[in-house]
C-alpha cells in the first residue's frame, strides 16, 4: 500500500472516531444542558430523582454505545499488515514515521514514486 492511502484511512478513522466518541456523549451532555437550564430557571419538568437518574442512564449508555460505534468503525477503516495481519491503525503514529509493521517490523509502505 502506499504512504497516502494509508494516510487517507486514517483520516477517516480519526473523523469516525470523533464522530462515535461526540455523538454518544451528546446522550449525556444534552440533558445535562437541559437540567442546568432548568436549575437556572427554578423549574423543571421532572423531580431531582429523575433528573439523576435521566442523567446516570446518559452516562451508562455512553460506554456501549460508544463501544459498538468504535468497534464497528475499526472493522470498517481497518487496515491490516499484510505480513502479520495485525491492525496498523491502532500504532498509526509508529506505521508513518517508519512505514514498518508496529507489530512484525515488516516495510508495509511502499516507496512513493
Ligand atoms: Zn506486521
Redesign the pocket.
Given at each position: 500500500m502506499t504512504q497516502e492511502f494509508l494516510e487517507k484511512r486514517i483520516r477517516s478513522f480519526r473523523r469516525f472516531g470523533l464522530v462515535a466518541f461526540f455523538g454518544p456523549a451528546a446522550l449525556f451532555v444534552g440533558p445535562l444542558c437541559f437540567f442546568f437550564l432548568c436549575d437556572l430557571l427554578k423549574w423543571s419538568p421532572v423531580g431531582k430523582d429523575a433528573e439523576l437518574y435521566i442523567l446516570s442512564s446518559g452516562v451508562f449508555a455512553f460506554f456501549p454505545i460508544a463501544g459498538i460505534l468504535i468497534y464497528w468503525g475499526e472493522r470498517r477503516y481497518r487496515v491490516l499488515?499484510p505480513?502479520?495481519g495485525?491492525s496498523l491503525i491502532t500504532h498509526y503514529p509508529v506505521v508513518l514515521a517508519t512505514g514498518k509493521?508496529a507489530?512484525?517490523q515488516?516495510p508495509?509502505v511502499e516507496a512513493s514514486a
Open positions: 499488515c505480513h502479520c495485525q509493521c507489530n512484525c515488516k508495509v
